[in-house]
């Protein structure tokens, strides 16, 4: 599996643990995703769920702090960031 | 004045006190250990002596042949760092570290005492310098006082006849020293495990020795329901302490054995014997709260802090640093919260998850995924995020081994979201094999 299908793998996972609910018909690269129904702390664990799976998280990375607003951009981040490719 | 030697005198000397896989010591042959080093015990009196990490059984016999020979005893347990022992030693003003060769009583000299030489046989009130267990922060030492130790100790020698205690907490602690008290004072036999040996070992060794009671941590306990060879003890006593303990464990203890009296105990090295629970329920009456005890008084602080005064206040730092509020009570450091009648612990107030604001305590969140059902242990924990501070993380031990890993994720999630706040609900939960315990046999937690 593919970064980018193990974060939409993992987003969901995240979604339903955390008792949300997504409110986007699908995970494509334009959804915002502070709209796609996950809350702050929803994120958070999503960060962490990556760290886990992936074995790196980005945005502890990262030089400069950047925050994506959309799911692509988030995907970009750890395709570009990934110590393994 | 009541002192160990006073309480040992009226003992069958046929019985037997102390007994580990290889050896064992009647009470007589307690008193022939004392008589045979009477000349050394006389060059220690009245000096300070520490007992520095040597066996459990080997500590026990140092302890009963010196306590009201000597002003002080330091215990020093084997998992306390080897470079505050100076510090301690200084705290303590050492005079002699002791140990026995075989049945020899040897000392290394690290300060000369001046030795008073009374002929006539002068009897300390020992004191007993006991370090914390400093779960969180640098042990501190304790003085205790024999009185302030016994005071809830039961004393009756024939009933004690019939009890073999099992000794599987740190006897360097307050709650192995509490065991081993029990035991001693009533003349029954104590049986000394091994810490090296595994959970399976040290039920074998209690189950062949005839153990038929037991105190231990929670944490402890549920390692021993894990066990094959827990299906052979036979207990009649059954304590939980030095942890919360939940219903989960109550009712698992008591359908495993169901003639045993089980109780739980609240106490720590600065408060001493708080009180017990015997009403196999988690938490204690409201009523302990308004004068129903007898040896303590109790208050809640405004922040939730559980505050004790005890009625016998021998205890003290050694640092002279304050335990006592202007009242005579003493911050025992746990949260507590009162609901329904009953009060309940939440967990120790420097232990707190902070997520994104929000505290959590551990113990709370732990106490929540065992009364899943699905789950022998839980460990919670702080691990770092970069968007929240910290998040909440669990590591668990199925009870069934083969249950399939993402159901059950499923599951305990969505029992803690029915029933705690979101930001409490863990936030990775991780399944392991067991969990680590510490000495004193309480769940290890590690800052991470």
Redesign the interface.
Known sequence: MNIKETIKETYLEVV????NELLVPKLIDSVVLLESGLD??G???L???LD?KLEF?P??MMDEPFYPSTFGEFVEIYEKMNPNK | MKNLQKCIENIPSDRIAFINESHQYTYSELHKLKIQNSHLIEELKGSIIVINGRARLEFVLLLTILDSYVEKILFLPQDIEKKLHNIYYQEAHVNYEVYLEGSILKYNTINTHENKNNTEQPIYSTEWIIPTSGTTSIPKLVSHSFQSLTKSTKSDIDLGESFRWGLVFDIYRFSGIQVFLQSIVAGSTLIISNPKESMAETIKLLTKKECNALSATPSFWRKVLMTKESDKLSLKRITLGGEISDNNILQALKKKYPHAKISHIYASTEVGVGFSVSDEKEGFPKEYLTGKLKNIKMKISSDGLLWISPSDKGQKYLSHDKMYDEDGYINTGDLVEERDGRVYFLGRDSGAINVGGNKVQPEEVETKLLSTGLLNAAYVYAIKNPMMGSLVCADVVLNDKSMDKKEAKFQILKYCREHMEGFKVPAIIKFVKELQTTQSGKLKRVNK
């Open positions: 339903e643990q955390t008792g702050s702390l994120f958070a664990i960060v962490a769920t886990e998280d945005f502890t």
